[in-house]
C-alpha cells in the first residue's frame, strides 16, 4: 500500500526551538532503541514509525548501536525511509549516534576520529541517506583527547553529512569545553541528549539543565518514562512482552514494593488530574524550558497516541509538583 501521511500531521504535537539554534523540533521524538530490530516484525515496526509522522513527529532518533544486531534499528527505519518516508525528508529531523562499542575493533568504539567518521558512514548506508539532521557523540571518551571527537564531529558538517551536531550523555564540564570547541569552529552545538526523568533527576542536579540555559544548547531527554516505570502497568505485575520481561536493559528485579509503592503514589497524583502517570511523567519533563523534546520509544501505535495526549492537560501546579517530589525521589 502506498503511504501518503495524514493531512493534518502539523497539528498534533507543538514545536519547541533547540537552544539558541532556529531548528525547531517536536516536544516528542521517536526513538528507535527496542523493538526495532530483527526481533520485532517488520510490519508492527513500520506501522508504528507511519504513525509517529503522522502525529507530528518529524523527529527520529537513531544510533549505530540500536538493535539487535547492532545497526539493525536504523536498517529498519531505511526500509521505512525507502519505502513510505522518502517523499518527505525534507521534513525529516533525522539523528543517529557514534561513539558506543558496536563490535570487537577498536575503531568501532570510542571516540577517535577515525570510529566517529566510520560510524557515520556506516549509519548513512544503514538509513539510505546522504546526510543526518543531527549528528551525535553517544557518550564521552576520557581516554581521547576532546578536540579530537569534537575535531571529528565538526568534519561531519563540513561534509554535508551532518546538518548539526550533539552530544549525549557528556557531564556539565565536559560539555562546556565541547561547546567552547565547536563554537570556536562555527559549529554550534545544537543538542545534548541525556536522562531524565522524575526517576531520575540527575540533570538538575549535576548542573546540566543550567550549562543548557548558559550555553544556548537544547536537551532532548531520553527515557522520560524511565523506560516504562513510569507508567502503571507494573503495578500489580509485569504483562507479557513488556521491556521489563524481554529486554537486558530493564531489570525485573527493580519491581519490587518500594517501586510499587512509590509509584501507586505518582499514579494518584495523575489520577487526581484526570490523566495517567505516562502522560503526567511527560508533562513533568517538558516543564522545563531547557527541555526541547521528551525522547520516548513505544511499542505500539496506542502507545504513541496515549502518551502525546500528555499535552492536553493543564500544566502541572506548584502543588502538584511539590507532591510529585515528596514521592518520586527516592
Ligand atoms: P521511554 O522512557 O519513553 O520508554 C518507552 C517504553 O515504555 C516503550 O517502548 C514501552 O515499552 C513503554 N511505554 C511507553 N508508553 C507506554 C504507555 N503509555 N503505557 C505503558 N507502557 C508504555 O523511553 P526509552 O527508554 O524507550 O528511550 C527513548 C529513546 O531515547 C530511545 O529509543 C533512544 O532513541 C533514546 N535513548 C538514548 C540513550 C543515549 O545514551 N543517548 C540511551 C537510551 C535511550 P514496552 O511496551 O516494550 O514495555
New binding site residues.
Partial sequence: LTYAAAADRYENVPYRRSGNSGLDLPAF????????GTDYAFATQREIILHAFDLGITHF???DR?GPPHRA?QKTFGAVLAKDLAPYRDELIL?T?AG?PIGPSPYLTGGSRKSILTSLEHSLRDLGTDYVDIF?H??PDLSTPLEESVGALVSAVQQGKALYIGI??YLPDRTHEAVELLRQAGVPLLIH???Y?IYDRRPEQNGLLDTAHQDGFGL??????????????YLETI?A???????T??SPEVIDETYRQRTSELNKIAAARGQ?L??L??QWVLRRPEVTS???????T???D??IAALDFPALTDEELALIEEHGVH
Fill in positions: 521524538s521517536f526513538g528507535l532503541w527496542q523493538k526495532f532518533d537513531n544510533a540500536y534499528a539523528s549516534k558506543n551525535y553517544h557518550r549525549s550523555n541528549q541525556a536522562r526523568s532532548i531527554v531520553y527515557s522520560p518514562l524511565a523506560q516504562g516505570l513510569l507508567t502503571d502497568k504483562p512482552g513488556a521491556r521489563a520481561q524481554n529486554s536493559f530493564l495517567s505516562a502522560q511523567a511527560l521528551a525522547l520516548i520509544g513505544a511499542s505500539s496506542e502507545q504513541l496515549h502518551n
